[in-house]
T-cell receptor
Framework: NAGVTQTPKFQVLKTGQSMTLQCAQD?????MSWYRQDPGMGLRLIHY???????DQGEVPNGYNVSRSTTEDFPLRLLSAAPSQTSVYFC????????????FGEGSRLTVL | EDQVTQSPEALRLQEGESSSLNCSYT??????LFWYRQDPGKGPEFLFT???AGEEKEKERLKATLTKKESFLHITAPKPEDSATYLC???????????????FGTGTRLQVTL
């Protein structure tokens, strides 16, 4: 099993550009989420989803959109990139019961110039 | 608003020198507390889930405990390969009414030297 797969691993954008970070999981997990990790700030929740068609905002949702059309995929869209969105982004999934915790992808390092 | 505070921010130990990491939390409707290990450039790796006060879990040199307000990660006789950032997170009811929100602390950076 691949687990949680994120693409791309690295990306450089110019201010104002848009892009989508892809996330796919093959564990049939209902719960999926996106976090950003910045030095000294820890992991902060951007958006999460408890199943196909259901999404909710986390701690830092501004500037990001998500959708969940299938159980497997949970893409994160940056509408108009800003330097403040330079960060490492992690996608994670778990079963709704959560006993095994979150399974994380390897991360996507985004730089906005 | 759910809050998770970890201390210390950084800890340097000599090999074999046991210690504890702290995770204090304020959350409405705790559904679980998680510990993760994160190596540089990698995603966090799951270690333990704790559900109720008094519960303990062990794995090799690590032991996690839980009270109503905090959790401890005890490291016994650590080795250099235990060097990593250790993250604590709490699972609580989300806006949709299900257990769907996980809030992380900022982590403790552990360095174990020879």
């Amino acid at each position: 099993n691949a687990g949680v797969t994120q693409t791309p691993k690295f990306q450089v954008l110019k201010t104002g550009q848009s892009m989508t970070l892809q996330c796919a999981q093959d564990m049939n997990h209902e719960y999926m989420s996106w976090y950003r990790q910045d030095p000294g700030m820890g992991l902060r929740l951007i958006h999460y989803s408890v199943g196909a068609g259901i999404t909710d905002q986390g701690e830092v949702p501004n500037g990001y959109n998500v959708s969940r059309s299938t159980t497997e995929d949970f893409p994160l869209r940056l509408l108009s990139a800003a330097p403040s969105q330079t960060s490492v982004y992690f996608c994670a999934s778990m079963s709704n019961w959560g006993a095994s915790g979150l399974f994380f992808g390897e991360g996507s390092r985004l730089t906005v110039l | 608003e759910d809050q998770v505070t970890q201390s210390p921010e950084a800890l340097r130990l000599q090999e074999g020198e046991s210690s504890s990491l702290n995770c204090s939390y304020t959350v409405s409707g705790l559904r679980g507390l998680f510990w993760y290990r994160q190596d540089p450039g990698k995603g966090p790796e799951f270690l333990f889930t704790l559900y109720s006060a008094g519960e303990e879990k062990e794995k090799e040199r690590l032991k996690a405990t839980l009270t109503k307000k905090e959790s401890f990660l005890h490291i016994t006789a650590p080795k250099p390969e235990d060097s990593a950032t250790y993250l604590c997170a709490v699972l609580s009811r989300g806006n949709t009414g299900t257990a769907s929100k996980l809030t992380f602390g900022t982590g403790t950076r552990l360095q174990v030297t020879l």
